[in-house]
């Protein structure tokens, strides 16, 4: 039976999946309580049950990424035509990623002034969170690629492994997309300059392969509605509620900015940039943003949203295989906006008082390392130490936040995702003037 002639549409069972799986882990959560034979029991179902059905799930889903990402954006690229057009379209999504990503960061900081969570925090609490996640926030710190270099050329040599290392087929076995991103872009670039009927013969493979690729998303989509059950149970069943209790005030900003994103400045955008109805477009990206929370991963994402565009959001092939792996790479406003209330939450509960230079400084980092961040879950963790280390916030206050780090992580990621989606939108409206001026 094709999803087609499916009853229940797919999207709908992964929701009633997502429903479902928080239910259950919230029940687990509150029947196990503090009692620690009860807890350990629920850990084991979360650890020895649902953790593997999900990872299946999002290891499928990643083992396309690599050659999906590549294809769709060499044949983005080579089906431009031309490289003038190339210029255009990549200025536009460029300019819009920095604009919204700089925005989603300065409101972060924003709210944190408004809001100020972190003043006045309980100083046992800080005690207790720091000893409690020290060890996962001293993991994060080894894993940052992005290490102060001793020199001036460590340094610049730093910046250009990141995204033109020596060895690009290394960078990419380690899932690294920036460089991959370029070689993409530099193979569709390159191919427009191919004689028309070798350039076709290689459309056509890479066309195919990106079939493919999708083919093997449909199998594990299959798997979706279980997976997101056991996904969210698992977060929910292990979550520490007295955390949330802890930190809600924090939780809540951060929360009310993706919201403020996602339904006021992204309609806004929708409705001047893309000119179409913000709530139909919303309604539309609904199995996308069902994916993107249910993940934590942009990345793993992007299968879906490719297919959503194009098959009901009226996006061309081109502009859909050249926006959203760019813009699941590059474009990051939720981790953005994320880094920057990380960064001053924890600022502020050790008393530290940053001037408005170093604000501006956090701005600007929030908006590379955004574009540093891997999309996996937690991918920007490692990232936001080196942003703290520069502006001289202790790097290991991370561990303040990290007891509640996925909750904030499914919202990002939606909130990313979102953007690349609205991006789309933009680039296909006005590729559409154009061709019909
Ligand atoms: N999980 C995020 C994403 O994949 C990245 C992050 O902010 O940790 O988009």
């Not at 760019?326 to 939720?334: D, E, F």
């Amino acid at each position: 039976m094709s999803a087609h002639e499916e009853r229940v549409p797919l999207h709908t069972k992964i929701l009633l999946g997502l429903v479902l799986g928080a239910v259950a882990g919230a029940g687990a959560n509150l029947w196990a309580g503090a009692d620690p034979e009860r807890r350990a029991g629920v850990a084991f179902l979360a650890d020895a049950v649902a953790h593997p059905v999900g990872q299946v799930f999002l290891r499928l889903l990643f083992l396309v990424v690599v050659p999906l990402v590549f294809a769709s954006l060499a044949l983005g690229v080579a089906n431009l035509g031309d490289l003038r057009r190339l210029g255009r379209l990549g200025g536009r999504t460029l300019a819009f990623f920095f604009l919204t990503t700089s925005f989603a960061a300065t409101l972060g900081i924003t709210q944190m002034h408004l809001f100020e969570p972190g003043s006045g925090f309980d100083a046992e609490t800080r005690q207790a969170l720091m000893q409690q996640f020290s060890s996962s926030a001293a993991d994060y710190q080894a894993k940052s690629q992005f290490r102060a270099g001793t020199s001036t050329i460590d340094n610049v040599n730093n910046v250009l492994d990141w995204f033109l290392p020596r060895n690009v087929l290394g960078a990419i076995t380690r899932m690294e997309m920036l460089p991959m991103i370029l070689l993409a872009l530099f193979f569709g670039a390159a191919l427009t300059g191919v004689a028309e009927a070798r350039r076709k013969f290689m459309c056509d493979w890479l066309e195919t392969v990106a079939d493919a690729m999708v083919g093997i998303v449909g199998f594990a989509m299959k798997l979706a509605p279980f997976a997101v059950f056991c996904l969210v149970y698992g977060v929910v069943a292990k979550f520490g509620l007295d955390l949330l209790q802890k930190l809600a005030l924090y939780v809540a900003v951060v929360l009310g900015g993706y919201l403020v994103v996602l339904f006021v400045f992204y309609p806004l955008l929708i409705a001047t940039l893309a000119r179409r109805s913000p709530l139909d477009y919303l309604r539309r990206a609904l199995p996308i943003l069902v994916t993107a929370f249910s993940t934590s991963s942009s990345s793993a994402t992007l299968p879906t949203s490719l297919r959503v565009t194009q098959q009901d959001m009226g996006i061309r092939r081109e502009v859909a295989g050249f926006v959203l792996p760019l813009g699941a790479t590059l474009n990051m406003n939720g981790t953005a906006l994320f880094e920057g209330c990380v960064v001053l939450f924890v600022a502020q509960v050790f008393g530290i008082d940053l001037s408005f230079g170093q604000q501006v400084l956090v701005v600007f980092l929030c908006v590379v390392s955004a574009v540093g961040a891997a999309g996996v879950p937690g991918g920007s963790l490692p990232l936001i130490m080196t942003v703290m280390a520069q502006v001289g916030v202790p790097p290991d206050g991370i561990a303040l936040v990290l007891g509640v780090d996925r909750l904030l992580d499914m919202g990002r990621t939606v909130v990313n995702v979102m953007g690349d989606v609205v991006c789309c939108g933009y680039v296909e409206r006005s590729e559409a003037a154009r061709d019909t001026a």
